[in-house]
């Protein structure tokens, strides 16, 4: 690709900026959400670039204002679920979760701007990147276990990451973590005024190396306004440090703070399976890399999409937009743990392959708050020590 090339490559734009390599999310009235084409795009651009001297770092946006990227484009593997196909989110699974891995691991900056609405597939474009900005206007989530599938797209690794309990209340409520709250619990680097991006874009395409690309950013970057996480974190911690969704329910329920029992409304009206698996794949995420983190998401996702759960949520929040799944089972007492550990379970297509062969699956220890573990929970909460195990 030349400086002048802009280049339509279906529903992204690929071109040159200078020493810029420039990717654009163009499907502006869908939310810019994913599709399998866009990532083949997206990762076909990445080969180019990689081996061109250059380009020196990698940008990517999304067109329009609304939104960076609202996730995988859901209503077609709702289709392709209700026509009975299985090949169709296999093969979008295996290649988006390979394109997350290889934006983590790229040998040049790659510098994402998640303005707008950025959920799901948009953070796993966006939260790997190495360098990450937030916006006034952003609003990051994990809203899976709303649709009754779990968090992917590498999305256990990070939000395992998150400080505290943090991660784990995003998880289970599917809330949105504004600007400030995005970069408290990792998801992001920076805060840059919507008002400041067009600049910004010109300035990164002068940019030679890395270094270059950490002062552009570092000039240009501002204090977002607080968010609420912050401040939440004592009762956060507090009620979400137990190893049974219905212990963390009844945390919730009985904590004198309003907002948790705001939460645990919005958690009891999500996918019970969808709460317990996603609760087990979060207290394994911590002592795991982003590669295994994706490996055990493609377990989940092929067999959890298997469900009936998922086309109920796609049609309650997408189809019809009724907004009132019926759920199976409907109730968390119903989600045994043979339920939830049979979603860890090698894929009868063939596992992703990213990380080390060796993991050993869910663990089955006792709680750390004592009692015996319950059915459909997740085995006890190892202290951080870091990110990488």
């Not at 999304?62 to 484009?73: E, H, L, N, S, T």
């Not at 067999?303 to 796609?314: K, N």
């Not at 060796?358 to 459909?376: I, L």
């Amino acid at each position: 690709m030349t400086d002048a090339d802009t280049r339509p490559t279906h529903d992204v734009l690929a071109r040159r900026d200078g020493a810029l390599g420039h990717l654009t999310l163009n499907r502006p009235a869908a939310h810019n959400a994913l599709t399998l084409d866009m990532v083949r795009t997206i990762d076909a651009a990445l080969d180019l670039w990689e081996e061109d001297p250059g380009v020196a770092a990698v940008l990517v946006d999304g067109a329009g204002d609304r939104a960076f990227c609202a996730g995988g484009d859901i209503r077609a593997l709702y289709d392709a679920r209700r026509a009975g196909l299985h090949a169709p989110l296999a093969d979008f699974f295996r290649l988006e979760y390979r394109l997350n891995a290889r934006i983590a691991r790229y040998p040049k900056p790659i510098v994402t701007v998640m303005h707008g609405m950025t959920m799901g597939g948009g953070i796993g474009l966006g939260a790997h990147a190495s360098h990450r900005i937030v916006t006034e206007r952003s609003a990051l989530a994990m809203p899976e276990v709303r649709i009754g599938f779990a968090p992917d797209v590498g999305g256990t690794y990070l939000l395992g990451r998150a400080p505290g309990e943090l991660g784990l209340h995003l998880a289970l409520t599917g809330g949105r973590a504004g600007p400030a709250d995005a970069l408290l619990c990792g998801l992001a680097d920076v805060h840059v005024p919507a008002g400041r991006l067009h600049d910004l874009r010109t300035a990164l395409a002068g940019c030679r190396t890395a270094a270059d690309v950490d002062a552009r950013l570092s000039a240009f970057g501002t204090a977002p306004a607080p968010g609420g996480l912050d401040a939440a974190r004592g009762w956060i911690d507090r009620c979400y440090g137990f190893d049974a969704v219905e212990d963390i329910l009844a945390a919730l329920e009985a904590a004198p703070e309003a907002e948790a029992r705001a939460a645990a409304a919005e958690i009891a009206g999500n996918a019970p399976t969808s709460l317990k698996v996603t609760l087990q794949a979060l207290r394994d995420a911590r002592l795991l890399g982003l590669e295994d983190c994706l490996d055990r998401e493609f377990r989940v996702s092929l067999s959890i999409t298997a469900r009936p759960d998922f086309v109920e949520g796609v049609r309650a929040a997408v189809v019809d937009k009724d907004r009132a799944p019926r759920w199976q089972p409907a109730r968390l007492s119903d989600v045994s743990r043979r339920d939830v550990l049979r979603h860890f379970e090698p894929a009868e297509d063939g596992d992703l392959g990213l990380g080390k062969p060796s993991w050993a699956g869910p663990r089955t220890s006792a709680s750390p708050h004592g009692g015996e573990e319950r059915d459909g929970v997740a085995g006890a909460s190892p202290s951080r020590s870091g990110d990488d195990a």
